[in-house]
T-cell receptor, first 116, second 113 residues
Framework: AQSVSQHNHHVILSEAASLELGCNYS??????LFWYVQYPGQHLQLLLK??????LVKGIKGFEAEFIKSKFSFNLRKPSVQWSDTAEYFC??????????????FGQGTELSVKP | DTEVTQTPKHLVMGMTNKKSLKCEQH?????MYWYKQKAKKPPELMFV???????INESVPSRFSPECPNSSLLNLHLHALQPEDSALYLC????????????FGPGTRLTVL
């Protein structure tokens, strides 16, 4: 069965520190990959997505992610975090379902706390 | 218009009440979804509608009853809920098929007393 694994449950950083959140997926077919962010009390927002092409994708708010097919990984990075990046981050895989919408499979989430 | 709207934003109901959640999109998407999300947990898929027909039911209890009256609307009818059903209920929509990025609504925060 398809699954998504996020390595860290809770990450605590100081402002200006660099961020890398790990995400590995288990799925034999071609996938679309996503990172979503959920700020406290708010709804899910798409940070970035990978469908095909350049494996290094850039998203909003200075985030980027790299798709490494051989490692089944899609890690999220940001060179310098801000207090406003405090949020829950979810990695997700969209597995193909013929004649249906994709079934979005989420990782368990990583809570990021940035100290001012 | 890349927006999915959901009403109401908040809902408090007793265990004997009947209520409905509503979701609407005007992006021409023919796949629509209901998710349930508990605090600090990922969204859990409940139902998928494809071309206005129920295509996936993730073994959701019958006290949750989805309905897709047309290609823009998705409802979730609630009846005899339990306190553990309190959660954020998210609606999403996408194109049908492989490349379908899902667009999420802001959710309805449901409290069952």
């Amino acid at each position: 069965a398809q699954s998504v694994s996020q390595h860290n449950h809770h990450v605590i950083l100081s402002e200006a520190a660099s961020l890398e959140l790990g995400c590995n997926y288990s799925y034999g077919g071609t996938v679309n990959l996503f990172w979503y962010v959920q700020y406290p009390g708010q709804h899910l927002q798409l940070l970035l997505k990978y469908f095909s092409g350049d494996p290094l994708v850039k998203g909003i708010k200075g985030f980027e992610a790299e798709f490494i097919k051989s490692k089944f990984s899609f890690n999220l990075r940001k060179p310098s975090v801000q207090w406003s990046d405090t949020a829950e981050y979810f990695c997700a895989v969209n597995a193909f379902l013929e004649r249906q919408g994709g079934k979005l499979i989420f990782g368990q989430g990583t809570e990021l706390s940035v100290k001012p | 218009d890349t927006e999915v709207t959901q009403t109401p934003k908040h809902l408090v109901m007793g265990m004997t009440n009947k209520k409905s959640l509503k979701c609407e999109q005007h992006m021409g998407h023919r796949a629509m979804y209901w998710y349930k999300q508990k605090a600090k947990k990922p969204p859990e898929l409940m139902f998928v509608y494809s071309y206005e027909k129920l295509s996936i039911n993730e073994s959701v209890p019958s006290r949750f009853s989805p309905e897709c009256p047309n290609s823009s609307l998705l409802n979730l009818h609630l009846h005899a809920l339990q306190p553990e059903d309190s959660a954020l209920y998210l609606c999403a929509s996408s194109q049908v098929g492989y490349q379908g990025q899902q667009f999420f609504g802001p959710g309805t925060r449901l409290t069952v007393l």
